[in-house]
Nanobody, 126 residues
Framework: QVQLVESGGGLVQAGGSLRLSCAAS????????MGWFRRAPGTEREVVAA????????YYADSVKGRFTISRDNAKNTVYLQMNSLKPEDTAVYYC???????????????????WGQGTQVTVSS
């Protein structure tokens, strides 16, 4: 199994920045596609960004495109979400997730991911 631990959340004013990190256990991190999801109060969990195992393709939700950047460092078994120009609407619990590369995946769908972290809270004040 893969264990995922998010960090970097916190309280920030609108317009500020945060960088979330997701550290993965094990020695096969490079074999997984990775995604970031979030669940805002009163909403269902939604995709934020995703990145292929080799970093060659990224996806962003329209709501964060141009403000957020997903990246990964396979040598450190870590995926990042750089969040700039934060808005109060970005307030949510953010989750990282891992998907195996053994079959084709639609990385926009949470059903594609086999492993999930416990989440980190991001609160953006106005």
């Amino acid at each position: 199994q893969v264990q995922l631990v998010e960090s970097g959340g916190g309280l920030v004013q609108a317009g500020g920045s945060l960088r979330l990190s997701c550290a993965a256990s094990g020695r096969t991190f490079s074999n997984y596609h990775m995604g970031w999801f979030r669940r805002a109060p009163g909403t269902e969990r939604e995709v934020v960004a995703a990145i292929m195992s080799n970093g060659g393709f990224t996806y962003y939700a329209d709501s964060v495109k141009g403000r957020f950047t997903i990246s990964r460092d396979n040598a450190k078994n870590t995926v990042y979400l750089q969040m700039n120009s934060l808005k109060p609407e970005d307030t949510a619990v953010y989750y990282c997730a891992a998907a195996t590369t053994t079959v084709p995946r639609n990385l926009r769908l949470q059903s594609s991911y086999e492993y999930w972290g416990q989440g980190t809270q991001v609160t953006v004040s106005s």
